[in-house]
């Protein structure tokens, strides 16, 4: 039942009604709006049950495990929402003065640092919103560096077919053109190729790592000479940052610039869409572009740095602060992890990964790149069943929900055929990765003895499987009165 | 470790399963010149009870105070309910709902915020939310330019945001399209209908309250730019929609598209984020949105169910041809949204839109009594207006803060032809005392400043 | 599964640990623990995961309708939550000095003076921890009150029939005997045997009104008369006052002493078991006796009395404030519905109620006080189908839920056979009270054309019907390693 | 109307099914001379955003301070998912589990409660929760009475918290049962194995720590209750138990019976409730204890699920022969509680025990050290201390709350043969920072005081 289907007109949740102010007699009756929005009229009991209701209809980190490849989805600590959603936090106006916000201003200072640290380099900006937005920062800055050269001449970003489908768009939006470069048969990228496309075209190559085919670029020194050659720059796609967290900074590698996902990385909750948070950092050359608002600590207060600090900056790119609560969280993720915690996490999200890739590979599955380490994820490709029992990956994603279990990632990335990316990150346990495997094997002997039965998953969910087609057809996205 | 739940022997087994000798052999694929990752700068961990003191002691640094600045982002009352259910693990922690059926309680709530949301600004439909205004306002331009096709050109009045105005600025640029800003009618602080005769311009962008808290002239700004062959896109306070018409009739067919940042409705303050921006648009416009966008269908047994739809709009399908890079959006604070405008309902929020309307005409009133003080224009407002005062902005702000009063945005920097002006916002959060409380500390302000100026 | 089961040895919450202590070497080794104790040995999110999931295999007034007789399952609002969980509040301790928690006393203070309102008594203490405990209280002053007129002879308590099981259990918890009282064939108190069971042994009478029958008792004023004749107290159960909020008093009934269950008509959370609040009001013969503490208002601070001050009391039941927090949520509640709307949550429970029975009678079902007019919760009785069907009030319970509504209570009061004692409350809106309706009816219509079906109820629920003798007589009560 | 989702047109259509002109008709059987009801003294209402400003103010008037104090209420860390998922609508606003079906969350919580207490404690069985450590003390008082059948006095130790031995007295004494007090060795601070050669009594309660925060020599007592034929009740703080040898295992043959408030493991301080009341006994007993119990049983399916058992102890079935009046218990607070446990484990406990104890013991030295201040007692303690002042301790109090700091409880009342006493606890809330800030404050009054006094 929708919300509207408990609405009755003139229902009202009166606790939450100011009370009736003088008619606003002094604005001009052309502007007033005359209809009613189709707002539920709902009591407030309606309101909270039906979306109490609701949200059991979710599977979540809280509920479920959840192997959403290149999602990381990991334990989301509960202090990091209380304690970010303190009064004083949440009180705060983003235009207050700076001695009212000190609390906040010096957990972002030091969360800044962190991330420095973290990345290996030299400054930070926690500007951007999400991953996406820290891409277009990054980008946008590597662009404004060639600008500012003169080097208008590049006008090209190299992206490997496998990235993520925000890097392509990203390059687009910063106004350039994109070139793809394929992969090799282990997962690496195709030196031959990216020697053969960088040029004085070239400004910049956009790369994963570990890859999204859950592999680490073992050449990555090799690429990050082509690429630095050519005169272009190095942007460092972060969202899998969890897998290296304290084992290898992208600074070391000698890359220019990174975004990092916290709503991955650090923890910081998903909410069922976002709001995520997408810092980017910079090698020394980029900084004078880092977008604004930047924390800056002098005389004993921590202030925000603007245009006028920063006439360099690629600017704003939020009227506002960036997502500051989804900041606060990563903070306080980061300072219950400690460097120590810090350097566990890729260890274990890394041996989670094998472990599950191990007892998989046992269980008769195949694994896209059977010869490499996983790194925090891989790749199991469903191609041989599907031939074999016309069962598709997507198939068995769906039959897993019947099994308790959101499926991971499917057909992406694109390049692996029937292809389930797979990331258990480090919060799960080896029993919970033994009983998602026992999951596995028993759709495999479903798949052949009883294919119709996976196909028709799934079974136990609010909904049996979607039609896709006809929601893209017969196009309903609004609801309307009957 | 923190958040890490194996232990010794478990950890040995795995191995053995793995056939590893230990964890850092996992990682022997890294090049070893790469250095060893040591983090130098990160402190010590923190167990949840000394972050909890840490973090308990920031937040009380951080005063509250008695706000009147808007420029924004708003003060509302959210009822109780919003986060508490908002934040529930079913909604917190889920990830986009890729696996429609078993996220159905995320889908079929972003359905129902489509439809109060189209609804609200009065269009066909809407996506599922963007970062935060200013970038949803660069999206419409980016939107505009391409259901357009033959213009690059926007019309931007200067009674935008500036903050709105460089976000667009930064974030469309490299695309080559052209801001052509309008400039504002000094009496009434809102934008005349444009003098250009003709012109090759995409769309235009038109506030409602704009960032004065006047209210512009839609109607005919609507109507000009059709008469032009452009897009209207609306810059709405969704709050303001409560009580003013929407965007969807303006005018003779009314505008295109819809944008603003719905943080007004449920997002608290928050040190200006997580908020997130809206967009709506007439149906014709819908494959040219960005964003996700979720439609109801049917599931096998013919049972209605939700799912994302329209995908190849988007980037993980279209890759360089999306409408737009965006992927993770602002997801649970429409959630809290969805929520706040449930429990308010049409009624009340067209209750909070008239008791900020009465509040801010009833400060005026008070505000402009004061020796100094004048009103800058002479428009209608929404919940904020432009004061000018005879003493520097910045000095009076200082000395109100220091009273515990947040009076204002100054607008210098920004509009330096209007002088000492500061925009004042008071929505339903006000009280008569809190009115009378503000109007007596700047009184004061007035009499000692003007008297420490002598 | 329980949460033993995810249980691993070693296994650790690290970010609850406190840092290991120095040994406590100081202790003597005999007191020490020696055994470790059967706490689960989880992670974070282990904990966190397992009570969210099982959190969600319950019904409850944010998800279901809940028409629980006796029980009045309201809304309760979201606010009195957060605003009785501020951190000034939580962190106050019960002894810290008066300065420090005038908001709280405050706000105690207030409560006193609406529930004396409310009850039409001249004091009321906020002592007691639930209904039960407010008995215990109001029995207790009316012992104390015999005593001290050295009248010990009254030894015995009279309670109808119909009444709560705890008004006996109380009764005899203040050592007194107890005299039951039936009801007549309309629901009120058989005077006769009133007039034949009162003398000089008479302690009091305890009251439920509107009776646990849900029928307003129409002889209050005679029986009042006939008890206070005989020199007995007069005691009022309060837990149905939701049925008379603001329309009748019981102090103006003549009542002496009266408990309120706050976790009903002023909608506390139940919590699943509580914890509750009864404060009691008393008439002004009984103001010495009060339990403490109590709060008084004097020189511009509030601060609690205490034994000093009240040296009649009967003490303190508590040792610290009582359910402080509890009282906090109620007082809340009580000022967001203000006058005006305490007095609409009779009218509209009563409305409520005599709604819901106007359409079951419709529907066919058995009204057991047919010519009565419903208070704010009334009885069906399912006698006549269960000699007809075999269905039995139990099995129709357990049909409802698989309707997705909470049973009614069953079989209380234990004099109705079959019945259910139903008590829609004012926050239900018509459209839910039709679903219940439609409901009730299919199943009625199911339980003469297929008994077996509902017999065999539920079906959707985590488990089938409950084997409740098996559970009594294997006694299975703490979990042992397998 | 707040919280009544009535419209008009639903209200007509309503009465018209009862067959009643108005809602007043459906109360004409209330005799009208009973009167209006009319409420003279309820304030009018407040919306949501009126009372949330106004408990906002109160709450931060109840300022946050330095806080020493235990005497049966303890600070703890309570990690932020105890009450984050305790307060989901599901756990919070559900009934008593009476339809076990649709109620297994709450169930099994009891269940796996009952578990970790009966374990904690040493014993076979627990109960779903009685109303606080003083009530709980009171239960296992009267089924001692029950049990042992012969006897009706009970050995009440002064080192029990007199406010127990209040609400004990005040709820047992109708029942003629004589509560004789036994006093304590003033060099120890601890209750001497009684000299009383035999006597009917039906139980000796045993408190560990004591309310001095000592620890009583346990084995002995309970073995000597049980030579004399008495029952032995074990009163305990939950978080020693992680460090301090359970009730069940004291003496030969361990206490029969162990109670307490389980208020340490994640119930806040909140002005003294809600807290809840354990008990937990020998399997033999277990049909005389008061209270909830839930038991574990199979469905029609053979599956395990959960139930309310033994009802035929309780009131709803046994009335007037119940073992106890009590219904409504602390069910929200036991859930917050077993979350607790279940966060802190075994480890977690033993650990926050520890460092409370340390904690205590480096706060006796600092403040020993200060001049005119003397521990009271000579036994190990817990996390609790008798110290004595030479100064009137309510004055010293007083200047400590100044400030900020409440630095414990004054004991002048209950023991006035301590003289100047206070009772000071240190969890492990307290950081060396604080406990150094305590020492100094109190040093400050100590000297000022002295100075004051001449
Ligand atoms: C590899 C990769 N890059 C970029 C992104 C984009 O990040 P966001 O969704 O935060 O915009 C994602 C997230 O899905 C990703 O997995
Ligand atoms: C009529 C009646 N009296 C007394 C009580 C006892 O109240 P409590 O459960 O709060 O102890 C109840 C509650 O169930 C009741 O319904």
């Not at chain 1, 609701?54 to 989301?76: A, E, V």
């Not at chain 1, 690496?188 to 570990?210: C, E, K, R, S």
């Not at chain 1, 980061?334 to 191990?358: I, K």
């Amino acid at each position: 039942m929708l919300i509207f289907e408990h609405s009755v007109p003139e229902r009202m949740a009166y606790a939450q009604m100011p009370a009736e102010a003088l008619e606003a007699d002094d604005l001009p009756v052309h502007l007033l709006r005359r209809d009613k929005p189709l707002l539920p009229e709902a009591s407030e009991m309606d309101v909270v049950r039906h979306y109490t209701r609701l949200s059991q209809k979710n599977f979540s980190i809280d509920t479920h495990f959840y192997p959403l490849g290149s999602c990381t989805m990991k334990y989301n600590p509960r202090a990091c929402n209380s304690l970010a959603m303190l009064p004083g936090f949440l009180n705060r106006h983003p235009f207050a003065p700076v001695q009212t916000g000190q609390g906040y201003l010096a957990s972002m200072y030091e969360l800044q640092e962190i991330l420095c640290d973290v990345t290996g380099m030299a400054g930070v900006s926690l500007a951007p919103m999400a991953g996406a937005q820290g891409e277009f920062a990054g980008v946008a800055m590597i662009r404004a560096y060639h600008d500012a050269r003169g080097d208008h001449a590049r006008r090209e970003i190299i992206i490997p077919t496998a990235a993520h489908g925000t890097n392509p768009a990203t390059a687009v939006m910063c106004g350039y053109s994109v070139r793809e470069i394929p992969t090799d048969a282990t997962g690496n990228v195709d030196l031959a190729a990216l020697q053969a496309a960088v040029g004085p075209q070239t400004a910049g190559l956009m790369l994963t790592n570990p890859s999204t085919l859950g592999v680490f670029e073992q050449q990555i020194q090799r690429i990050q000479k082509i690429v630095h050659d050519a005169g272009g720059l190095l942007y460092y796609d972060g969202a899998n940052l969890n897998a290296i967290l304290g084992r290898v900074k992208p600074g070391d590698m000698g890359f220019d610039v990174i975004h990092i996902n916290l709503h991955k990385t650090f923890s910081t909750p998903h909410g069922g869409g976002g709001p995520g948070a997408g810092p980017v950092g910079v090698s020394t050359r980029l900084l004078p572009y880092l977008p604004i608002p930047l924390v800056a600590y002098c005389d004993g207060n921590y202030r925000l740095l603007t245009e006028a600090d920063r006439p360099h900056s690629i600017g704003r790119l939020s009227a506002n602060n960036g997502n500051a609560g989804v900041l606060l969280r990563a903070y306080i993720y980061a300072r219950m992890l400690g460097a120590e915690g810090m350097h566990r996490v890729a260890e274990f999200a890394t041996l989670n990964a094998n472990y599950l890739l191990a007892k998989l590979r046992q269980a008769g599955f195949d694994i896209a790149f059977p010869t490499r380490r996983a790194s925090h994820e891989f790749i199991v490709t469903l191609k041989h069943l599907k031939d074999e029992t016309g069962v598709t990956a997507m198939d068995f994603a769906k039959r897993l929900l019947d099994y308790g279990y959101h499926a991971p990632t499917t057909y992406f990335p694109m390049l692996v055929p029937e292809c389930l990316l797979i990331e258990p990150t480090e919060t799960e346990s080896m029993a919970t990765l033994d009983g998602f495997v026992a999951a596995m094997t028993a759709i495999l002997a479903e798949a052949r003895s009883n294919p119709e039965l996976v196909k028709g998953a799934p079974y136990t969910q609010p909904v049996r499987r979607l039609d896709d087609v006809k929601a893209a057809r017969e196009l309903d996205l609004v609801w309307r009165h009957k | 470790m923190p958040f890490i739940p194996h232990t010794d022997a478990e950890v040995e087994a795995m191995l053995a399963v793995i056939g590893a000798p230990n964890i850092d052999a996992l990682f022997d694929e890294i090049p070893v010149e790469l250095g060893s990752g040591k983090l130098v700068s990160v402190p010590d961990a923190l167990n949840e009870m000394e972050i909890t003191r840490l973090m308990h002691e920031r937040a009380e640094q951080d005063s509250r105070q008695l706000n009147f600045i808007g420029a924004g982002a708003y003060e509302h009352h959210i009822p109780a309910a919003v986060w508490q259910i908002a934040t529930r693990g079913e909604f917190y922690s889920a990830y986009t709902p890729y696996q429609a059926e078993a996220s159905q309680g995320t889908l079929q709530l972003i359905y129902e915020y489509q439809t109060m949301m189209a609804s609200l600004t009065g269009m066909d439909v809407s996506n599922a939310s963007l970062y935060d205004g200013g970038s949803a306002l660069a999206e419409a331009v980016l939107m505009a330019v391409r259901a357009h096709k033959n213009a690059t050109r926007i019309l931007m009045p200067r009674t935008v945001s500036p903050l709105y105005r460089a976000v667009v600025r930064n974030i469309v640029k490299n695309q080559h399209i052209e801001l052509m800003e309008l400039d504002y009618d000094p009496v009434s602080g809102t934008t005349p209908v444009p003098e250009i005769a003709v012109g090759d311009f995409a769309a235009l962008v038109i506030p409602q309250p704009n960032f004065f808290g006047a209210l512009e002239d839609v109607d005919a700004l609507t109507d000009w730019a059709h008469a032009h062959g452009a897009l209207a896109i609306g810059l709405v306070n969704p709050t303001a929609l409560g009580l003013l018409k929407p965007p969807g009739v303006w005018g003779e067919r009314g505008a295109d598209m819809a944008a603003g940042d719905g943080q007004p409705l449920g997002a608290p303050l928050s040190n200006g984020g997580p908020y997130y921006g809206f967009l709506t648009c007439k149906q014709a416009l819908v494959r040219q949105m960005p964003g996700r966008i979720v439609g109801r269908t049917l599931d096998l047994d013919g049972k209605p169910g939700f799912a994302l739809t329209l995908q190849a709009r988007e980037q993980h399908i279209r890759r360089s041809k999306a409408t737009s890079n965006i992927c993770t959006n602002q997801g649970l604070v429409v959630t809290a949204s969805t929520i706040y405008m449930s429990l308010l309902g049409p009624t009340g929020l067209r209750r909070v839109a008239s008791a900020a309307h009465a509040n801010i005409l009833q400060l005026a009133e008070q505000l402009c009594a004061i020796r100094g003080v004048t009103r800058a224009f002479r428009s209608p407002c929404f919940h904020e207006m432009v004061i000018q005062l005879n003493r520097p902005a910045s000095a009076v702000l200082g000395e109100l803060a220091a009273a515990g009063i947040l009076g204002g945005y100054d607008l210098c920097a920004d509009y330096p032809e209007l002088g000492n002006a500061m925009l004042v916002c008071a929505t339903e959060t006000k009280t008569a005392a809190d009115l009378g409380r503000y109007a007596e500390q700047l009184n004061l302000c007035m009499q000692e400043g003007s008297d420490a100026d002598i």
